[in-house]
T-cell receptor
Framework: DAGVIQSPRHEVTEMGQEVTLRCKPISGHDYLFWYRQTMMRGLELLIYFNNNVPIDDSGMPEDRFSAKMPNASFSTLKIQPSEPRDSAVYFC?????????????FGSGTRLTVV | AQKITQTQPGMFVQEKEAVTLDCTYDTSDPSYGLFWYKQPSSGEMIFLIYQGSYDQQNATEGRYSLNFQKARKSANLVISASQLGDSAMYFCAMRRFQGAQKLVFGQGTRLTINP
């Protein structure tokens, strides 16, 4: 099991550019989550999907952020246009309802720097 | 709404000593799960231990144990015989059993183990 795979690991972009973060969840997991981590706000949930359907996007900061899950093995988080305040580590996580109460697995994160 | 509070921004402990990291939570749900994650300087989120609200016994995983006091709404993490490799950020998190599947995180505690 390769775990949750995120790409890229690091991204540096200029303000105004479009940024796309990618995530491959663990095969068979029903839920996929996007979190953002900053010093000021800690770990905050942006959006999560169940069976590829967005369930709660109330954490998405504004219209510049969008997320898609076209199939069970792939999700993207897009920021257009990017701003310096978007600089953060973005984590993707997945879990399955089958099994015990735990089972949330996080990817290694994408460190985004907008200059 | 769920809320997790970690009141210790930083802790310094001597190697081989036991350490307790505090976590209190607030929820009106009767069923929920409590988690602890470790985030070393490399950035990944590592699952440590889980406690269900109806579990009769406190959870243990190797050197980690969870001191669960339901009436006080606290779920403190105890690390026995601390090691230099335990130096990291530690996050407490909670999930409702009904409805939303998201994890809500506390602000974290930075633990430093001194040799």
């Amino acid at each position: 099991d390769a775990g949750v795979i995120q790409s890229p690991r690091h991204e540096v972009t200029e303000m105004g550019q479009e940024v796309t973060l990618r995530c491959k969840p663990i095969s068979g997991h029903d839920y996929l989550f996007w979190y953002r981590q900053t010093m000021m706000r800690g770990l905050e949930l942006l959006i999560y999907f169940n069976n590829n359907v967005p369930i709660d996007d109330s954490g998405m900061p504004e219209d510049r952020f969008s997320a898609k899950m076209p199939n069970a093995s792939f999700s993207t988080l897009k920021i257009q246009p990017s701003e310096p305040r978007d600089s953060a580590v973005y984590f993707c996580a997945s879990r399955s309802l089958i099994g015990t109460g735990y089972g949330y697995t996080f990817g290694s994160g994408t460190r985004l720097t907008v200059v | 709404a769920q809320k997790i509070t970690q009141t210790q921004p930083g802790m310094f402990v001597q190697e081989k000593e036991a350490v307790t990291l505090d976590c209190t939570y607030d929820t009106s749900d009767p069923s929920y799960g409590l988690f602890w994650y470790k985030q070393p300087s490399s950035g990944e989120m590592i699952f440590l231990i889980y406690q269900g609200s109806y579990d009769q016994q406190n959870a243990t995983e190797g050197r980690y144990s969870l001191n669960f006091q339901k009436a006080r709404k606290s779920a403190n993490l105890v690390i026995s015989a601390s090691q230099l490799g335990d130096s990291a950020m530690y996050f407490c998190a909670m999930r409702r059993f009904q409805g939303a599947q998201k994890l809500v995180f506390g602000q974290g505690t930075r633990l430093t183990i001194n040799p």
